[in-house]
């Protein structure tokens, strides 16, 4: 078994390995078939050439990363083990701070795909964002939306959602319409308070600076001088997906995010979102971009949780196709 050393310089190992060595750790299950063994800034490995080599490329990229933005998560690392995230480091604009937030946080891209999503906003008029629970479609979404309005680029951010029901009966929820629909649309409103502050929130909102609005509400509108972001865009139907996307005026922005893996519409009803992403695919203006499990910055259980259920889900499949034959 052939040994080799990497010295750690520049930094501290105990930041860059984490807590009781979390993160050395992590980095060890995406290399099973290496011995890997940290004393002080000597890394030691051990295990056949090929995949040494390897390991030196992504641990390489590791440690640019962290001399670059002074810290590396779980997710960072997740992302550079990416066949292309050697990209994420080579994109410097994309990890720029989108929108100063409450108290002064730097609202930013963090993964490759979100990244990828503000590039394609920056170049085109019309973007779709796809992929699972927790990859930040929604939240980057809204951040490019208030970037927009500070810069008065647009004159207003209008925010919708299909109201489809996801096992819930809205009909039997207490309150006039705005009441039953506000927690529907309370993710909307959770990324706004965390870029805008509440006051001047609820003034926007007051003024229709901000709409937050069913996605019914858009019918027979023209949305211009807007950045209109859909959400959930997977539980529109096709003719509503039309209806949204014709509402388009000369000088708006349209962001459509929704997770194909969450369709509450009727059985056999085709979802708007699946329509208009095969349809569109190759015209020129529209951007899409599809996220995956690298991208999800929620607990790190949520990972391992859209896995298993992808798992589950393509088995389903099989089974079903075995019994169909």
Request: charged share 30%; net charge neutral; proline share 3%.
């Amino acid at each position: 078994m052939l040994e080799r050393k990497i010295e750690i310089t520049g930094i501290n190992p105990a930041e860059l390995f984490g807590s009781n060595n979390a993160k050395l750790k992590h980095i060890k299950g995406f290399f099973p078939k290496l011995k890997i063994l940290a004393r002080g800034n000597i890394l030691t490995i051990a295990g056949e050439e090929e995949v040494m080599d390897e390991f030196e490329r992504k641990f390489e990229l590791i440690l640019t990363h962290f001399h670059k933005f002074n810290r590396v998560t779980l997710n960072d690392i997740d992302n550079l083990m990416m066949e292309d995230g050697a990209s994420m480091l080579s994109n410097d604009k994309g990890s720029e701070t989108i929108v100063h937030g409450n108290q002064g946080a730097h609202i930013r891209a963090k993964t490759i795909n979100q990244r990828k999503l503000v590039e394609l906003v920056e170049k085109n008029d019309m973007v779709f964002a796809v992929g699972p629970a927790g990859t930040g479609k929604t939240y980057t979404a809204v951040a490019l939306a208030v970037r927009a309005l500070k810069a008065k680029e647009v004159k207003r951010i209008i925010l919708t959602r299909p109201a489809v029901e996801a096992g819930e009966n809205l009909g039997f929820l207490p309150g006039d319409l705005k009441e039953k629909l506000d927690p529907y649309l309370m993710p909307l409103y959770d990324a706004l308070r965390d870029m805008i502050p509440p006051e001047k929130l609820a003034d926007m909102i007051e003024f229709g600076v901000i709409e937050i609005a069913p996605l019914a509400f858009m019918r027979g509108r023209t949305l211009d001088k807007a950045f209109v972001i859909l959400d959930e865009a997977q539980n529109a139907t096709k003719m509503q997906m039309k209806m949204f996307l014709t509402r388009m005026g000369m000088t708006a922005k349209f962001v459509i995010t929704g997770d194909m893996s969450q369709v509450d519409l009727p059985n056999k009803q085709r979802s708007g979102l699946a329509y208009a992403l095969d349809a569109l695919t190759e015209v020129e203006g529209v951007g899409i971009v599809r996220m995956g499990q690298a991208d999800v910055i929620r607990h790190s259980l949520v990972k391992k949780i859209i896995v298993a259920l992808e798992e589950e889900e393509n088995k389903e499949k099989e089974d079903k196709i075995k019994k169909d034959k």
